[in-house]
């Protein structure tokens, strides 16, 4: 029996009878027709029947699986095809693409579900004397390819699932420190903490599926950085069982203890060992919470705006600006008005959209924004008016409390998009980048012009549209979602857009993920975001940790598959 | 003929000429007297004259010395006695105690000025073919006995001075980030970027010495931190150059790029290459800059104070508490009385005396507390109301800005007082740690305890004081001060004292060093900190990236020469 640990479809995004849903949205069909010249149907399957004799028997070797069992227990074991399907893959659109279709790619021969530190340290014990890879499975949702697996390889692939390794194990009131098992999901601790009064405040986009090593093994951020942090802020300790022993960092605030340990397991995606237990950051929950909307007139005033927020140091919780087209887009998947309350902000709205024809916007230009506050309800209220009028100096019109709402209830929902995309034939995926200030509004023309170059060779209607988030003193993240419709070939395709989009991050000023990770889908342009030498610093660094290369191999440099092979 | 580049005094700290004077502070002397049963005496010397003769000449192969000098220039090579016994050693007192006795220690064979990165990466190259080592030297204050040389070591040592490779090179003001040279010394950058209305805010006790790279080699923090934080959060790029080539990194705000090259070049005291450029995050100047002081009944009190500020996100400069003890030296270095000003501000002094007596505070334990504000005067307004409502809370009384103006103008006097004491046969010291806010008050607790043994097992009176600064979300550091008269072997009885700090430190779950670095001085503590295969891992990246031992062997772990070595 395999342990109770809760995995997604094994075809696609979340949980199995959730999807994105237009019927209720009725100005979404239009707007797709219009962005990408498709005629949207209605969803034809509600889940993909699983069938086990569609996936060739693992070829374990005895020896190996014994020594596995030998160290955890018969129960966490597991050669379930099933099992070894979920675990073949991470959530990139490339892998959905073909798992869907049942072309499960490279299969690990083996799931365990270690569940101490001790047992973790067996199983790689015995990967290295059997010879077998391990690659740690967290919540599957990563979409850079640190999961995918190479078909190339020939030794037997052990899928190391952290799932029992979870619970938040101890709570420091004192210091906001908490400390976490590796294998835990965010909803469940973020409710483990809630419960106490508490919270992480970690919310990225897989939030709900991803789990606390995961966010430290891909350098994650959460939408709510901007208070909470990154990932790297947040982890202040961690224990990291590797082959030779298990690394245990204390949790401190800060230190100068030569170069940071720390720093190197966060993003290190499997290849220095696997994160059991992290210490991090956590605050009490905050009195009041705010989000509000701002329209601007256009993208740059709206990007100088958040630029000023950040210089003056207010704190806010996030800051959000959708350019023209994601404002466009935003205003497309609103739910048709049901109750008397949405009706009569849509009046409200109405009023609102007089006044930005009476100013002389363009509407294509227009862009929304949110911004989050959180603390005491004097301090909230102090911020806000800061804010408030920031925005005005840079000619934006408050749109109130109303679309913040909505917003916070919708953020889980976008990764679903794109599985309901695929079944239209429709490849959609984002990207995403941070840079300077100075540099962002380039980066930002950039993207779309190596976009629509792109779309142009493929000769299809294609969207691109972002926002900016995360905001730093010296820059910010940029993310981009696009999408076109699907020909003959969906993988090189999408390899010739997404390849374009990356380029131009890079060549722009910009480096090649803030939050998404490596994998196999960024290595190729690690030598220029880092230079040639730092790739080859970073290859010493994994060579001399994992010398039998027995750590998930070929992620973050050195990828065995990259994009271009899709090209052929 | 030497290049023009600015150094310390070859035998102590700072400027010729400049000194600790306590004969203006009429309560100092009776203060020594009272903590270390000493008689403080006049300074007898002004300045140690510097006898070439008494330095072994240079056995600089004449290969190698010929190769330096193709790769540079005859000016930018010097085998002068002088520049070798400057670049010999550090600023740890240990070091400052032999080299003002003549006592020399290993020197460098040749030290070598490279202007260019070319050059740096020639000098490297000569050092790999002669198999010589080479030693990045900034300012020479690291108090950590990482510029301390080995003498043991048979190959020929180069000292490498940045001091060519500086200037502001770039100010990308949209951004609030500026590209320098790694040799530019603080008050040069800083004046450099005043002009044209901006601030690294970057101040350690070293500032008037040390070098941007040098602060980035070891991980360097502010007395600003909590607003311009620490220097692996101000450094968003570099250059480092390394025997096989040159590492690049591009300044973004945040990346999830794999391990943070970054973050392995922070802190690696010249292990992993000459850091030769940097891009760090810049201020415009505030418009307004206050420094609030509080006087606190006790410690305990003062510290909630702080842990409140930062839960409650007041953007602050830096919040700092001297403990009971270091608010008696304090008031014990105040200057007399010569203006009216200050006697006026004597009067409301007295005031405030007055009222502390009413409350029955212990004048032992009153602990004095020091809150910089800085932005818009509206903003610096607010902050300093809401810190001004959490320290009366607390149970404090405001001091008003009188002292923190004082404290200002005080601050990079410290670094005197230490040869001060040496010459008056007094061994003075720092060392500072960091804890989360749970474990702050056992570490200041178990410090006091492990001093006050050691000075017991020393059989002499000796004294020690903290303050608290550099406040996180998740704890704080803790900097301690000591000092005891020494005897026949003060070498030993310095390391009796330090050793018993240093592991109070671990002991009680704080770190070896919140900014001072590790050195050889805190070297031995490092397994106890991040784990033995930390380290081992920490000796596969040093051995994988320098498999010569060319690059300032024997720092941050396996030292040569160790505290305990000074026992014998």
Chains 1, 2 share one sequence.
């Not at 224990?239 to 720390?262: C, D, I, K, N, Y």
């Not at 497309?332 to 007089?354: I, M, N, R, S």
């Not at 679903?416 to 023309?445: C, I």
């Not at 170059?453 to 910010?476: D, E, N, P, T």
Request: with cysteine.
């Amino acid at each position: 029996m395999t342990p109770d640990v809760k995995h997604m479809k094994w075809w696609g995004w979340g949980e199995e009878g959730v999807f994105f849903n237009y019927l209720n949205k009725p100005q979404f069909a239009p707007f797709v027709k219009k962005a990408l010249d498709i005629d949207l149907r209605p969803r034809k399957i509600d889940t993909i029947a699983f069938d086990p004799d569609t996936v060739p028997d693992s070829t374990l070797p005895d020896d190996l699986a014994a020594a596995l069992v030998a160290v955890t227990s018969p129960d966490q074991v597991s050669v379930d095809p099933h099992e070894r399907v979920v675990h073949g893959h991470g959530s990139s659109v490339t892998e959905l693409l073909h798992v869907s279709r049942g072309d499960y790619g490279r299969l690990p021969e083996v799931v365990v579900y270690p569940a101490t530190d001790t047992e973790v340290a067996g199983v790689l014990a015995a990967a290295v004397e059997h010879d077998a890879v391990v690659v740690p499975y967290g919540g599957g949702t990563n979409i850079a390819r640190s999961l995918q697996l190479d078909p190339a390889e020939k030794r037997p692939i052990i899928s190391l699932d952290t799932g029992l390794l979870s619970g938040l194990r101890e709570l420091d009131e004192d210091s906001g420190l908490a400390r976490v098992g590796g294998g835990m999901q965010g909803p469940a601790l973020e409710e483990a903490l809630n419960d106490r009064g508490w919270t992480l405040g970690h919310m990225p986009d897989s939030f709900t599926h991803s789990t606390v090593g995961g966010w430290a093994a891909t350098r994650s951020s959460g939408m709510q950085s901007d208070k909470y942090g990154d990932i790297a802020g947040i982890v202040r300790g961690m224990t990291v069982v590797r082959p030779a022993g298990t690394v245990t960092l204390r949790p401190v605030p800060s230190e100068s203890t030569g170069p940071s340990l720390r720093e190197m397991f966060i993003g290190s995606e499997g290849r220095l060992g696997v994160i059991t237990e992290l210490w991090v950051q956590v605050h009490r929950l905050p009195a009041e919470r705010v989000v509000v909307a701002y329209m601007y007139p256009e993208w740059k005033s709206a990007v100088a705006a958040i630029r000023q927020i950040a210089a003056d140091e207010v704190p806010t919780t996030f800051v959000r600006i959708s350019d023209g087209n994601e404002t466009g887009f935003s205003l497309a998947t609103q739910k048709a008005a049901t109750t008397l309350k949405k009706k009569l902000e849509g009046k409200a709205q109405a009023g609102l959209w007089a006044v930005m024809r009476r100013r002389g916007w363009n509407t294509d230009q227009m862009c929304i924004s949110y911004v989050c506050f959180e603390g005491l309800a004097a301090d909230v209220a102090a911020r806000r008016k800061a804010v408030d009028a920031i925005a005005r100096r840079h000619g934006a019109l408050s749109l109130g409390t109303g679309p913040g709402a909505l917003y916070d209830q919708k953020k889980f929902d976008t990764p679903y998009l794109r599985d309901f995309l695929l079944e239209q034939d429709v490849m959609g995926d984002v990207s995403e980048t941070a840079a300077p200030w100075s540099k962002l509004n380039g980066v930002h023309r950039a993207v779309y012009a190596a976009a629509e170059k792109a779309f142009a060779q493929l000769g299809r209607k294609g969207w691109i549209m972002s926002h900016l988030s995360h905001s730093y003193h010296a820059g910010a993240c940029l993310y981009f979602t696009f999408a076109f419709k699907a020909g003959e070939k969906p993988d090189a395709e999408y390899a010739l857009v997404k390849t374009a989009i990356q380029q131009a991050f890079v060549d722009a000023g910009g480096t090649l993920s803030h939050h998404h990770g490596v994998g196999m889908e960024h290595a190729p342009w690690m030598e220029q975001v880092v230079s040639t030498e730092g790739v080859a610093l970073m290859r010493s660094l994994f060579d001399a940790a994992d010398p039998g290369a027995h750590l998930n191999p070929g992620k973050v440099i050195d990828a065995p598959l990259t994009l271009f092979d899709n090209l052929e």
